[in-house]
Each structure stands twice: as C-alpha cells, then as structure tokens.
C-alpha cells in the first residue's frame, strides 16, 4: 500500500512508526510532516487544511489511503473532498468531526444516544456562564464550543478563572459549554469506526496539567501510558456497548456515518462510566504509548476501516509490555512556545533500551534540530511492567537536552504506586445520574423484615430492598414495597391507611400496561417502564414489585391539565405557573389547553419539593435531557386523561419521574404511576370552575389537618395529631372508589 498522513505533530509521528511496521506499506508519504520523520517517509510542504492542494498531491501519487492525523483538516472538510475525488480516507466527514468540532452537538448526539455523561449548559454570554457556574457549583468545567487542540479546556475552584475564560471565548465570537464536573479519573479510547462495525485500542490515561501533581495550567497533554492495570473488569466492552457502537447508530441514523477513531475521553465515575467528551482522531499523546504496543498491522486496519469492512470479532494483537511516554515542552508552554532552541542528546536517548523519540515540535536549522512549538518530543518507555517503563522512559528524558526545556516527573506514578481508586457506587438504591447526592431516608420507618431481601431506604410511603445475596448497590434489581403510610404537608402521619399500598401498586401497575400498549412518544419508541415481577414475599404480596435499579432524574416532571394547587397560587400572585406566563381571567380549576410542563426539585423526606422553572431543570440536566423528559410527560399525561376521561374521572394534574436503566442507558418510566398519590383525579360528574374540586385522594386529610378539629397549625414545626377512624376510613374509600373507576375493576385487597 501507499499512504498519504495529514499532519505534522507527534501524533503523526507515532502514526508513520506504526505504518512502516507493516508489511503491506510499501511507500509512505506526510503532508507537511516535521523533521524528526524525514527518514521514514517523504515528505510534502502544503498545508493539511488546503483540501484542493491536498487532493491533487493525493491524486498525484497514486495513494491508496489518506490518512488525516489532526482535527482541523477534518473540520475543514479535507476528507470530504478527498472521497469525492475517489479517494479512499481513513477520517470522518467533515458533519461527522463536529463530534469534536462542537462541543454542544456532541451532546446533543449523546442526548439523542442515551450515552452517559454530564450535565450541560451551552452559553453565548457572561450572565448565563454566570448562572452555569453557580448552578453546577465547583470546580467549575469550562469548554470553548469549537476546536482548542485540547487547551481550550479550564477546570478551575476558582469561579474568577472559570468566568475569566468563558469571557475570553466569548470576545473571540465563540460560545462555551459549561459542565458538570466529574468525580473519578479520567481514561481515554480509541476506537476504530467504519460508518457501522467498531474496534476499540487499548485504554490509555493522559496528563492535561503542566505540572507535577496536575497543577498549572491546561495543556495538549504532558504525557500518557497504557494498559490501566486499575480498570474494572468488562470495562471496555461496557463503553462499547454504552457509548461507541450507540454513537455511530446515531451518526448514521442522522445521515452521517463516522469513519475513522472516535477518541473516548471517559470519566470512571462512582455512577459508572461517563463521556467527558469525543474527539474524531487519535488522542496525543496517547497515541505515542498505544501505538508503541500495537502488533496487529496497523495499515490494513485503517484501509478496513476505510472501506467500511473492519472485522468486530477479530482480536487486535498487544505486546504484553507496558508503554509510557512523556512530552517534553519547550520554554513559555502553554502560554506561549520558544523556538529555535539547539535540541541535544537525540541519539543518545534512542540508543538506549527500550526507549524511542516521537518528534512534535521539531524543525532543521543551521543542520542542527531545533524547537519548534509548544510539545517538542515524546519520549516512549517500554517495559515489562509501568515501573521499568517509566525508569526508561524518564531515562530518555534525561538524555536529552533543550534550553526551557520543561516536563513532569509523575507521568503514571499514582499508577505504579497503586494510589489509582475507581469510585464505588454509594449503596442507596438509586443512583443519581451525577446529579444529586442520595437523599436522606425516613429513619423511623417501619419496613418489614423479608427473607432474602436487605432493607436499605425508606421514603415516606414506600420502602426498597436489594437481595441479600448481593453487594450492596451492586444489584441489577430492587424490591420496592408500598406501605400504609400516608404524608401531607411534609409530614408522615398516624395511623395509616389500610390497604393503600396495595391501591396504589395495583393501580400503578394498571397503568403500566395501559401507556404501553400503542406508545408512540420520543424518538418514536416506548418508555419503558421499570417493573421485572411482581413475583415478591408473600408477606407483602400485592402491594410491591421488583423493579429495576435506575440512576434518578433529580427531579419531578409535573404535567398541569388543570389549574389548581401550587400552580393556582402562584398564577394568583404572579400570572404565572413556574415561570410560564398564563392568560388572564383564569380561576380555580381552569382547564389549560395545552396542558403545561411545571417540573420541581426534589427534597428530602421531611422537606417540601421546591418548583423551578423549565430552565432551571435543563441546568440540573442538561438542556436535551430536560426536552426530552417534557415531552414524553406531556405525551403520557394526555394519553392519560383521555384514558381517565372515558372513566368519568379527570386528571387535573400529575407527578411522574423517570430514571436511566444503566445497563441500556434508556430513560424509563420509574416510581408509581397515575395513582392518588402522585395526581389529581376529579369526578368529571361534579367538575365546574370557579371554585375548589372534590379529589379521589388524601384530601380529607388535608380537609381535617387545616381545620379547627384537629389543633394543628400548618407552620407551627409541631407533628399534626393522630388522625380519627372516620378521615381513615373516607380515604381508603376514595382510594378504592378511583382505583375501580379507573380499572373497572373490584379491589379485593
């Protein structure tokens, strides 16, 4: 083969080493290429940019694969032209490279993917950075939307910083996407596309900060080393599985099938693995120390990936050496780079064992090798295991000589010394999505003792378990059993109310099965809901279900059909219902055509669930997120009503929430569903506006808690007394008249 390499830094470097260790490259060409590559290939002095300059030289030499080393050609559309041409191109497209071109388009394809990753704010000036900063909190992640060459990245605890640097992208007329930061360390992986099939390189970890300890200023990366001996197992299939192969369904189905490496830089995080974001070439300087141990040939998988015929069942051949490699940065880096400096000790470094120099930032001067940019060298370690590879790669550092010269000295020392920790899920039954902490549980409960079962949490009205025989947090499934308890205002009353439990699962489990049937909401695809079986202790048969673990929106999504409640009283006040503005003249019991998205946050047991506005929420979780969970609510609440209204009863309002199956990364439908408990439900027989409606729920609760028979004063901090037999009894008989009214069923307890 003939190959043709777009670029003229390290990463290329890297690329040429790997490409004339195969046999079936016969001739290889850079376009411009550094110095340091001059004896393995020849060489071409045009921009790689200049697509038009780039296709004749192509065309010229008769190549049979281009291969494009850095982002910028792919964001110019180089390859775009090459393949018009006839070319065959190992690189995406250039609607395919805003992957890495667009931060914020990156995360819509996630979003659209149900790929994991933080949550997002994308801001065009300093008062919604501001607003970003102080919602996500510290240390602050802030990300020039385009292209940076991996420095236009700041993760600071200084808000000023933070700020500081999304204003300088904003004065450079671009956006910023302001993140949540990320708990764990971070690791990177390449991963072979051809449009459709996918194989992933080994996993690597970089250093981004100048100096020792990952302190200074963010750089294009210090140094990297390959394999993670700390990773989980299984971990590399479940990226794939959850963020590469999902990727490229979305690529394709939107028209834009990627081909090339999709760079993975990951988190591994206490809530599983998370995307920080993609890049669309081979990472430096990982790509110094992943090459460095590639032995399956590299040019055939390039040509394979070109041509759309990479083999996912073909394992990829590894040296068993570790590598590490570390950069060596010229005098002023980041801030600025020194040229011209007399670079010494080449050969020196090179001639010792188990070391190699992958030039970056080199040029010819007077016949001497200078400095000429920011990164200059790479120096690569191999060895039989991190500790002898670091030595010589540290050796080959060593070795070599610059005026400036600057680099760090732990470059996988945290690694050799075994200090790397991959944080482990808290054991609360929900995971939070990297949104929220757990939430405080209800410390007096009284959950059931059931064999084969562990308690772990209890919310007002419902108690969770996780089989006894697994790590805690670590089961794919928990039991969920609803009690008799019955809260209002805040507070959890005495006694409860019999047979509410199984009312509420029952009638939950109705509904499950009636917004399956026909589904045709986001994306055109069912909400799944969360329950497995109802195959559960006899001891609570009827009222619990085994469930899937879900990672929790934090978050409520309310659906208003109606206006009454909360919303009634700040429409009063306001003309508004969290924040959206309501005609005039409306009262009590409005009926509201479109119904409205009003979400809230949630509280701790014990505390009242505040509303926010719609903005607030995609604050919390990300703009694409937060639409998507608007209108599947939206969408179930009207196939709802309908179904309620063909009952007789409306359905004024009602509270779902909705949690991510880790496993699959789907959005499922979570927690009871459509019951008293969680929705208004109207008899349509006795509805009329204008003044307060009878609900089939607590509100004979509510009614005898706020009168003068019960004493109590709403804000007085004291517990609500003990309710009588009779508001007991009105509320399990209006608890039972909804649940037969809506199922046409008979409730037999």
């Known amino acids: 083969m003939k190959i043709l390499v777009l670029g003229n830094g390290g990463r290329e470097h890297a690329l040429v080493r790997a490409l004339n260790r195969d046999e079936q490259v016969a001739d290889l060409h850079v376009a411009p290429g550094n110095i340091g590559m001059a004896d393995e290939a020849t060489l071409h002095p045009l921009h790689p940019t200049d697509a038009a300059a780039v296709t004749a030289l192509a065309r010229d030499l008769g190549v049979d694969l281009v291969v494009v080393g850095p982002e910028a050609p792919l964001a110019a559309g180089v390859s775009d032209a090459l393949r018009q041409a006839g070319l065959a191109v190992f ?11 667009s931060k914020a388009f990156a995360k819509e394809v996630m979003a659209a993917a149900d790929v994991p990753t933080a949550g997002a704010r994308v801001c065009t000036t300093e008062a919604e950075a501001a607003a970003a900063l102080d919602e996500f909190g510290a240390p602050h992640v802030v990300k020039d939307d385009g292209l940076a060459a991996g420095k236009g990245v700041v993760v600071t605890a200084d808000r000023a910083e933070a700020l500081a640097h999304a204003n300088a992208c904003f004065a450079a007329g671009g956006t910023v996407v302001i993140e949540q930061f990320l708990d ?14 996918a194989v992933p390189l080994t996993p690597a970890q970089d250093f981004k900060r100048i100096g020792d300890g990952d302190e ?25 599985d959850r963020v590469a192969r999902p990727v490229l369904a979305e690529m394709a189905r939107r028209g834009t099938p990627f081909t090339g490496v999709l760079f993975c830089g990951l988190a591994v995080t206490s809530s599983g693995v998370q995307v920080i974001e993609f890049n669309v070439r081979f990472g430096d300087p990982e790509t110094q120390a992943v090459l460095a141990r590639l032995e399956t040939p590299l040019g055939g998988l390039l040509a394979d990936a070109a041509a759309g015929r990479l083999v996912t069942d073909r394992p990829l051949q590894w040296s068993d050496d570790v590598a590490v490699d570390v950069v060596m940065a010229s005098a002023g880096y980041p801030a600025s780079s020194s040229k011209g400096d007399v670079i010494r000790g080449l050969d020196a470094a090179r001639g010792l064992d188990g070391v190699d120099v992958i030039h970056a930032g080199t040029a010819e001067k007077n016949g001497a090798i200078v400095t000429n940019g920011g990164r200059v060298l790479a120096v690569v370690g191999r060895g039989p295991n991190l500790t002898v590879a670091r030595e010589r790669a540290y050796a080959g550092v060593e070795a070599v000589s610059f005026d400036g010269a600057q680099w760090r000295t732990d470059i996988g020392a945290k690694a050799q010394r075994g200090e790397i920790a991959v944080p482990v899920a808290d054991d609360r039954p929900c995971a939070t999505n990297g949104h929220e902490r757990p939430r405080r549980g209800l410390e007096d409960a009284d959950a059931p003792a059931l064999p084969g079962w562990r308690h772990v949490y209890s919310g007002k009205v419902r108690d969770l378990y996780e089989p006894e025989d697994a790590e805690p947090g670590s089961s794919e499934t928990l039991l969920v059993v609803a009690s008799d308890r019955i809260s209002a205002y805040d507070h959890v009353l005495e006694p409860p109310i019999p047979d509410k439990g199984a009312i509420l699962t029952q009638l939950s489990l109705w509904w499950f099965e009636q917004l399956a049937a026909d589904y045709n909401g986001a994306s055109a695809s069912p909400v799944e809901h969360h329950v497995v079986s109802t195959d559960v202790p006899e001891a609570v048969a009827g009222r619990a279900m085994i469930v899937k673990r879900l990672e929790m929106f934090p978050v409520e999504c309310i659906a208003r059909g109606y206006l009454t409640g909360s919303g009634l009283a700040e429409y009063r006040e306001h003309g508004t219902v969290t924040g959206l ?39 919390r979780i990300g703009q694409l997120q937060a639409e998507e969970l608007r209108y599947v609510t939206l969408d179930l609440y009207t196939r709802a009503e309908k179904l309620a209204r063909a009952a007789g009863i409306i359905l004024a309002d009602t509270k779902i929430e909705f949690g991510v199956d880790p496993a699959t990364g789907q959005i499922v439908l979570a927690d009871e569903v459509l019951t008293p408990d969680s929705s208004r439900f109207w008899d349509a027989a006795d509805y009329e506006p ?9 509100q004979f609760v509510r009614d005898w808690l706020t009168s003068e028979a019960s004493g109590w004063e709403r804000g007085s901090g004291e517990a609500p007394p003990a309710l009588p037999a009779d508001v007991v009894e009105k509320t399990r008989a209006r608890y039972i008249e909804a649940y037969e009214r809506l199922t046409g069923r008979t409730f037999r307890g």
Request: proline share 10%; aromatic share 8%.
């Open 184 to 197: 764990g360390p971070e690791v990177s992986l390449f991963v072979l596309c051809d449009g459709e099939n």
């Open 91 to 101: 690189g995406p497209s250039q609607a395919a490279a805003r992957l890495e071109s």
């Open 216 to 240: 200074g200023p963010n750089t294009g990366g210090m140094g990297a080393y390959t394999p993670l001996p700390w990773l989980p197992e299984g971990f590399v299939d479940d990226v794939m």
């Open 690 to 698: 204008g003044r307060a409606q009878a609900s089939f729920d607590k």
């Open 581 to 619: 503005p309501l005609p005039v003249g409306l009262e009590d019991g409005s009926r509201l055509v479109p119904a409205i998205f009003t979400p809230s946050a949630k509280a701790e047991v014990g505390e009242h669930d505040e509303n926010i506005t719609f903005e607030q929420m995609a604050e």
